[in-house]
């Protein structure tokens, strides 16, 4: 399994109002750039975010997050 298409669909949709938006088969997963910024993506079967710096350390702290590897 590439990436769990079910969550890309989600992606698809939480995004479906912006402006902008390209999905671009990456790393064997698919990222979804929006005004050319990589934002989010789908690898196998996690979802992985670009984060504000701000809110990065107390995002890792939450149960089921962790950094890309």
Do not use: S, W
Not at 12 to 28: D, H, I, Y
Not at 29 to 36: A, H, I, S, Y
Not at 41 to 55: A, C, F, N, S, Y
């Amino acid at each position: 399994m590439a990436y769990d298409e079910k969550l890309a669909d989600r992606v698809k949709t939480a995004l479906a109002n912006q402006r902008a938006v390209e999905e671009k088969k990456m790393m064997g997963g698919l990222t979804f750039m929006v005004n050319r910024k990589m934002c989010v993506g789908v690898l196998k079967d996690e979802l992985m975010v670009r984060l504000d710096p701000i809110v990065y350390d107390v995002a890792l702290k939450r149960k089921g997050c962790h950094e890309m590897n």
